[in-house]
């Protein structure tokens, strides 16, 4: 499975971006998939994941109510709607997917995650 992420760019603290990830390959093995992110000198972080039979869905607490993923079956591809962005929002992103349905427990754990795109900046100005 190959993932391409793309969407990232430079906006201002409030602003919005949307972030793509395009699977191919045998996207039939894509039962989960997630977004993390890696701020200079952070570690990776999760950020949200979307279990593909059911639509279920988790958030990181710092961006609940914030962010949106969603996802395009047909077009085998992960969306995440960044909204009111901070500064500390700045990192980069990256889609990973992983063959099997995650439980809720274990989305956030990026060692779950089997395929990893190449991530895309974004960079929230104050």
């Known amino acids: 499975v190959q993932l391409q992420a793309y969407g990232g760019g430079l906006v201002q603290a409030g602003g919005s971006l949307r972030l793509s990830c395009a699977a191919s390959?045998?996207?039939?093995?894509?039962?989960?998939m997630g977004w993390f992110r890696q701020a200079p000198g952070k570690e990776r972080e999760f950020v949200a994941a979307i279990r593909w039979s059911d639509g279920m869905i988790r958030y990181a607490n710092s961006v609940r109510g914030r962010f949106t993923i969603s996802r395009d079956n047909a077009k085998n591809t992960v969306y995440l709607q960044m909204n009111s962005l901070k500064p500390e929002d700045t990192a980069v992103y990256y889609c990973?997917?992983?063959?099997?349905?995650?439980?809720?427990?274990?989305?956030?754990?990026?060692?779950?995650?089997?395929?990893w795109g190449q991530g895309t900046q974004v960079t929230v100005s104050s």
């Open positions: 990973a997917a992983v063959s099997r349905g995650l439980i809720f427990s274990t989305v956030s754990r990026s060692s779950e995650y089997d395929y």
């Open positions: 390959g045998r996207t039939s093995s894509t039962y989960t």
